[in-house]
């Protein structure tokens, strides 16, 4: 089992900044190099899409409606993934979920969720 912590959610005006973090527990910290670590949201009615991936190769992709906007950074010597969000819209309004991914094993683990208002 591997436990997936975010925080940093919250209520934020337009055009304001939100950062979230994630932290995996000791248990996965040997092997959290091996991990892809990733943002994904869910607004109500609409699908579960990504929102930003940090590979554990090192690269770095996001969803094309955040580009330029949200930055994905990760700490491996503290297990630790964030996701800087800028220049916010409402739009970004979603519950959003830390993932971490092995997928050449399928082992993929997600958070319970942080609620991401963006609202004035």
């Known amino acids: 089992q591997v436990q997936l912590v975010e925080s940093g959610g919250g209520l934020v005006q337009p055009g304001g900044s939100l950062r979230l973090s994630c932290v995996a527990s000791?248990?996965?910290?040997?092997?959290?190099?091996?991990?892809?670590m990733g943002w994904y949201r869910q607004s109500p009615g609409k699908q579960l899409e990504l929102v930003a991936r940090?590979?554990?190769?090192?690269?770095?992709i996001y969803a094309n409606s955040v580009k330029g906007r949200f930055t994905i950074d990760r700490d491996n010597a503290n297990y630790t993934v964030y996701l800087q969000m800028d220049n916010m819209r409402p739009e970004d309004t979603a519950v959003y979920y830390c993932?971490?991914?092995?997928?050449?094993?399928?082992?993929?683990?997600w958070g319970q969720g942080t609620q991401v208002t963006v609202s004035s």
């Open positions: 000791v248990s996965i910290s040997r092997l959290y190099h091996l991990y892809d």
């Open positions: 940090f590979t554990s190769d090192g690269s770095k």
């Open positions: 993932n971490a991914a092995r997928l050449t094993v399928n082992y993929i683990y």
